[in-house]
């Protein structure tokens, strides 16, 4: 049973009758109370039962962070009263579910449909916590309130802000692959064509076999490769949590591997995903050719950084024992952290490289760079410090990561997805991918 605003203002109403009507007899103190407990009781009795309708859902099952879904719920009352009262679409806060509660009239035998926005806040799994429907009396001074379970569940997918880079980076793309009106050629090292030489051209492209054949010097042509391999690993340990800017470092690494992901997918290539800290929390697997963006997206979406350590060596050992056989580019979205790589990863270096071209990728905070150059009070100055030695330490980790062959692509949140698909690029225009 619920108490409804205006049976409250009847109890008000009722007790300036008693204190106004007092001296008249003492019987009216316990009349009007009586009489308007009787009411309240009667239109309980009197409202129709929440408890017999029936709920159905329908609508979208995920949406981008940021966008709006929306999720209807057909309300069916098979009772033959009318129900008259308040429905409520619970969500957890970070759903952004509007409006919270709204007026409803289910007729006898009929049906309603009811429709809530979705805003989700933050990525992952948005589920509903119930409806709970209050049937008022015909008075309107108490209801009868019941909540039911209907589920249903909203995946906040990652927002993918790095989508706006797509279609200049496949037009870089497009001109190696010789797709684009530039005709500019790759130095891949899959054969494209044979075509007469001329001055410029790299000797060791002669092919002499077709030379023989001929009266003029032949050349081959090459284009970059397609059909590689690329596995995409982002390190959800401890790390990755920490926020640069408004946004958790996960998020940032999450937006830089879509881009790479959608722009190697176009390019022909297959990508895998691998999400690990301690374990394996996350991973897919390509079939074949096509863009996997999707089914990676759905897999990111559920991620949050775990509070523990990162395990190099069960990293290693997980993507050497995957299901790969073929060298294949591995890129590693992690944090720059000195202490971490050089007793976890330096170490484990060379099996790694030995068999796969590895890329390292981190998001830089450029806050440290302003407190770096910042002087002026003694707080300021003992920050530069601080804020120096830690970006000495990350050129030191950055500059033996490349002693040991590793590529590394480290920029500020805004640039580090184009960064790395320029760099993606740049080894296929190398001929090393």
């Given at each position: 049973?619920?108490?409804t605003?205006?049976?409250?203002?009847?109890?008000?109403?009722?007790?300036l009758?008693?204190?106004?009507?007092g001296a008249?007899?003492?019987?009216?103190?316990?009349a009007?109370p009586?009489?308007?407990?009787a009411?309240?009781?009667?239109d309980v009795l009197?409202?129709?039962?929440?408890?017999?309708?029936?709920?159905e859902?329908?609508g979208?099952t995920?949406?981008?962070?940021?966008?709006t879904?929306e999720?209807a719920?057909?309300?069916?009352?098979?009772?033959?009263?009318r129900?008259?009262?308040?429905l409520?679409?619970?969500?957890?806060?970070?759903?952004?579910?509007?409006?919270?509660r709204?007026?409803v009239?289910?007729p006898?035998?009929?049906?309603?449909?009811?429709?809530?926005?979705?805003t989700?806040?933050?990525?992952g799994?948005?589920?509903a916590?119930?409806v709970?429907?209050?049937?008022?009396?015909?008075?309107?001074?108490?209801?009868?309130?019941?909540?039911?379970?209907?589920?249903?569940?909203?995946?906040a997918?990652?927002p993918?802000?790095?989508?706006?880079?797509l279609p200049g980076k496949?037009s870089?793309?497009?001109e190696?692959?010789g797709?684009?009106?530039a005709?500019?050629?790759?130095q891949?090292s899959e054969f494209?064509?044979?075509r007469?030489y001329?001055?410029g051209?790299?000797?060791?492209s002669i092919?002499?076999?077709?030379?023989?054949r001929?009266d003029?010097?032949?050349?081959?042509?090459?284009?970059?490769?397609?059909d590689?391999?690329i596995?995409?690993?982002?390190?959800?340990?401890?790390?990755?949590?920490?926020r640069?800017?408004d946004?958790?470092?996960?998020?940032?690494?999450?937006?830089a591997?879509?881009?790479?992901?959608?722009?190697?997918?176009?390019?022909?290539?297959?990508?895998?995903?691998?999400?690990?800290?301690?374990?394996?929390?996350?991973?897919?697997?390509?079939?074949?050719?096509?863009s996997?963006?999707?089914?990676?997206?759905?897999?990111?979406?559920?991620l949050e950084?775990?509070?523990?350590?990162?395990?190099?060596?069960?990293?290693?050992?997980?993507?050497?024992g995957?299901?790969s056989?073929?060298?294949q580019l591995?890129?590693?979205?992690?944090?720059?952290?000195?202490a971490a790589?050089?007793?976890?990863?330096?170490?484990?270096?060379p099996a790694?490289?030995?068999r796969?071209?590895l890329?390292?990728?981190?998001v830089?905070?450029?806050?440290?760079?302003?407190?770096a150059?910042?002087?002026?009070t003694?707080r300021?100055?003992y920050e530069a410090?601080?804020a120096?030695?830690?970006?000495?330490?990350?050129?030191r980790?950055?500059?033996?990561?490349?002693r040991?062959?590793?590529e590394?692509?480290?920029?500020?949140?805004?640039h580090?997805?184009?960064?790395?698909?320029?760099?993606?690029i740049?080894?296929k225009?190398?001929?090393r991918?």
């Open positions: 049973m619920a108490i605003g205006r049976a409250v203002l009847a109890a008000f109403a009722a007790a009758a008693v204190l106004v009507a008249v007899g003492a019987w009216i103190a316990w009007v009586g009489l308007l407990a009411a309240v009781l009667a009197l409202a129709p039962s929440p408890r017999a309708l029936r709920f859902r329908s979208d995920s949406v981008r962070l940021g966008e879904a999720v719920l057909v309300v069916a009352n098979p009772a033959r009263r129900l008259r009262g308040v409520r679409d619970a969500w957890a806060p970070s759903a952004g579910a509007r409006p919270p709204r007026p009239r289910v006898g035998g009929g049906r309603v449909r009811v429709v809530t926005e979705l989700p806040t933050r990525r799994d948005q589920a916590a119930g709970t429907v209050r049937s008022l009396g015909p008075l309107g001074l108490a209801a009868r309130q019941c909540t039911h379970a209907v589920p249903w569940t909203l995946r997918l990652p993918f802000h790095s989508r706006r880079h496949l870089r793309l497009r190696l692959d797709q684009h009106t005709l500019v050629r790759g891949g494209d064509s044979l007469e001329v001055p051209d790299d000797v060791r092919d002499w076999r077709a030379t023989a001929r003029a010097v032949v050349v081959r042509t090459w284009r970059p490769e397609r590689r391999r596995l995409l690993v982002l390190d959800t340990s401890r790390t990755s949590a920490g640069v800017g946004v958790p470092r996960l998020d940032h690494a999450m937006d591997a879509l881009l790479l992901a959608a722009l190697a997918g176009r390019a022909g290539d297959r990508v895998d995903l691998l999400a690990y800290d301690r374990r394996v929390r996350a991973q897919v697997r390509s079939q074949g050719r096509g996997r963006v999707p089914q990676i997206v759905q897999a990111m979406a559920p950084a775990e509070l523990v350590e990162s395990d190099p060596a069960g990293l290693v050992a997980t993507i050497l995957g299901h056989r073929t060298r591995v890129v590693l979205l992690t944090d720059l952290n000195a790589l050089e007793e976890g990863l330096l170490p484990r270096l790694l490289t030995s796969h071209m890329m390292v990728a981190a830089g905070d450029p806050r440290v760079s302003e407190m150059a910042a002087r002026g003694a300021a100055a410090a601080a120096e030695r830690a970006l000495g330490e990350r050129s980790i950055t500059a033996e990561l490349r040991h062959g590793v590394v692509v480290d920029a500020d949140p805004e580090i997805a184009p960064a790395l698909a320029d760099a993606y740049g080894l225009a190398q001929g991918l």
